[in-house]
């Protein structure tokens, strides 16, 4: 496959198929869930597809693909269309927790359900009534998800089959892991000590999104075609540092990102208090004065416009910036040396480091 377009447009086809053949279940429980099928193809339309990615060339990189019918693209793309499925229900879910009211630059799934509740005119409140329902489509789509994995993987032999399911159910058993820590932290900060809070930022990263985001999805490409322990171990190697650049790029972006580029709103992370390593780290070199300052405004949802901006300004006065700018360049390091005699296939090689580049590198 010679351009990631057509790995983005075979998976978006996946993944309305997917969702058509659901629709009629959905139908005839009743027309009430017409809201659960069109909410679902609105989130699932479009995207970065970065998991899907990794898992294609995680793949790629151990069974030197082609698109002839005879390989198992058609299983990779199922695959990949699930793991994409799966991101899109954490996504719902976190934007619940955190409190979100934007996605990709548009209502977030409890956001929609709370408009169509008040444009309908039902009774009670429409903000408790979008967090019920949106928790219940994230389900749907967490289900979904696992469902069309067992499609991809029907094909396979037993040991891929058994390998990559074993794979996509730790990375579920560790994002969610990973995503209880996060929640913990932003409430329990205060009962660790100062010199722990670096360490517990950095575990919230790796388990909430530096092993799913990359990873997983790579390894499970791999498995899917068959890859030797060496080439696993190879993949892990380049995807866990690469996964942990990934998600420090992002919380440069969750305090400084441009909201017309990102989404979101630009500061997002500070009004939600995310207890990140950029914020860790802007602590650590800030007196005791400063720091109970940031420590009281960090997290407030009714911050203004300039106090957001005097909390950016804070961390990037304390040196803290430079500092992630100067670890996402170390991981990627680490990330782009793994690949060095990986036994993996030239082509998948010079496009994961093509990938690295642009994950870690990116704006939005």
């Not at 990779?76 to 229900?89: C, R």
């Not at 000590?193 to 390894?219: D, F, H, I, M, N």
Request: charged share 25%; hydrophobic share 40%; with cysteine.
């Amino acid at each position: 496959m010679s351009e990631t377009a057509n790995l983005h447009d075979l998976v978006q086809s996946r993944i309305d198929i997917f969702l058509q053949s659901r629709e009629p279940i959905l139908a005839q429980v009743g027309a009430d869930l017409a809201p659960f099928s069109a909410f679902s193809r609105e989130f699932l339309s479009g995207g970065k597809r970065f998991r899907a990615s990794f898992c294609y060339w995680g793949w790629n990189s151990v069974s030197g693909a082609s698109t002839d019918p005879a390989d198992d693209l058609d299983a990779v793309v199922s695959v990949a269309g699930a793991l994409e499925i799966f991101h899109a229900a954490a996504l719902i879910h976190d934007d619940i927790i955190d409190n979100s009211d934007t996605r990709r630059g548009a209502p977030a799934a409890h956001r929609r359900f709370e408009f169509l509740h008040r444009e309908s005119g039902w009774e009670g409140n429409g903000d408790p009534y979008g967090r019920a329902a949106a928790i219940l489509l994230g389900d749907l789509l967490l289900g979904w998800s696992d469902e069309l994995l067992d499609e991809g993987l029907t094909s396979l032999s037993q040991a891929s089959r058994l390998a990559a399911r074993a794979e996509f159910v730790r990375m579920r058993t560790e994002v969610t892991a990973g995503q209880y820590l996060d929640i913990l932290e932003e409430r329990a900060w205060r009962s660790h000590p100062e010199g722990e809070q670096l360490a517990r930022a950095e575990q919230v990263l790796t388990y909430k999104s530096a092993k799913y985001s990359v990873e997983s999805p790579l390894v499970i490409g791999a498995l899917l075609g068959g890859g030797s322990e060496q080439q696993v171990a190879a993949l892990r190697a380049f995807g866990l540092p690469l996964g942990i650049a990934f998600q420090l790029r992002d919380d440069l972006l969750g305090v400084f990102g441009d909201a017309d580029v990102t989404g979101k709103p630009s500061g997002d992370d500070l009004l939600e208090g995310k207890r990140t390593v950029l914020v860790a780290l802007a602590r650590t070199a800030l007196p005791p004065t400063a720091r109970r300052i940031f420590d009281e405004l960090l997290g407030d949802p009714d911050l203004t416009a300039d106090q957001v901006s005097s909390l950016q300004a804070t961390i990037r006065e304390s040196g803290a910036v430079e500092k992630v700018e100067s670890m996402i360049a170390d991981n990627l390091g680490r990330a782009t040396k793994a690949m060095h005699g990986a036994g993996l296939s030239e082509e998948a090689t010079a496009r994961l480091l093509s990938l690295a580049e642009a994950v870690t590198r990116r704006n939005y």
